[in-house]
């Protein structure tokens, strides 16, 4: 079945660094994907989505493309914040059936 | 525009017993779907409910059911719980292939 490979965590950077998160996927046909934030005692939020092939999501300062060739769609930010602490999903969907995800990742900024 | 709320927010049972979640869907959407989400885990299908009729459900036992209402909420019921139904459990609305708006959550812990 489909299925989302997310690096392992937890993710500790530096304010203004950069930031990747690696994401990869498989699934039969072209899902949508997806990045989800979750931050402390809340639920789930979308932060960005790609639909197609070479799309590029992007949202808040974060980016991510959507690579058929790698089946990849890795997260990434130029200047990470301490506010942008919390734990990241990657998550695929095919047309209106569930969501699959990752198993988060956790990142921490410190000032 | 209300968004998705869930309730309780915590609630606490002890194994065998049975417990009910609750959702609201965000106005005009007629579609929910359940996940539970597992301590450092990534959110997982529990099934999805469209104009009051289940059309698709995840690898969970049928001790876990759910209910659609006419005005579109819906209930998750658990029966006989397992010390391994602690975790956090998500309702998410949509249109029926838009995008999905969590709620925050009712957090289970089974004892």
């Known amino acids: 079945g489909d299925s989302v490979t997310q690096m392992e965590g937890p993710v500790t950077l530096s304010e203004e660094a950069f930031l990747t998160i690696n994401c990869t996927y498989t699934?039969?046909?072209?899902?949508?994907l997806f990045w989800y934030v979750q931050y402390p005692g809340e639920g789930l939020q979308l932060l960005l989505k790609a639909t197609k092939a070479d799309d590029k999501g992007s949202n808040k300062g974060f980016e991510a493309t959507y690579r058929k060739e790698t089946t990849s769609f890795h997260l990434e930010k130029g200047s990470v914040q301490v506010s942008d602490s919390a734990v990241y999903f990657c998550a695929l969907r095919q047309g209106a059936q569930k969501l699959v995800f990752g198993q988060g990742t956790r990142l921490t900024i410190n000032p | 525009e209300t968004g998705v709320t869930q309730s309780p927010t915590h609630l606490i049972k002890t194994r065998g017993q049975q417990v009910t979640l609750r959702c609201s869907s965000q106005s005009g959407h007629n579609t929910v779907s359940w996940y539970q989400q597992a301590l450092g885990q990534g959110p997982q299908f529990i099934f999805q409910?469209?104009?009051?009729?289940?059309?698709g459900r995840g690898n969970f036992p049928p001790r876990f059911s759910g209910l659609q209402f006419p005005n579109y909420s819906s209930e998750l019921n658990v029966n006989a719980l397992e010390l391994d139904d602690s975790a956090l459990y998500l309702c998410?609305?949509?249109?029926?292939?838009?995008?999905?708006?969590f709620g925050e959550g009712s957090r289970l812990t089974v004892l």
């Open positions: 409910y469209y104009r009051e009729e289940e059309n």
């Open positions: 699934a039969t046909g072209y899902p949508s």
């Open positions: 998410a609305s949509s249109s029926a292939d838009g995008e999905l708006f």
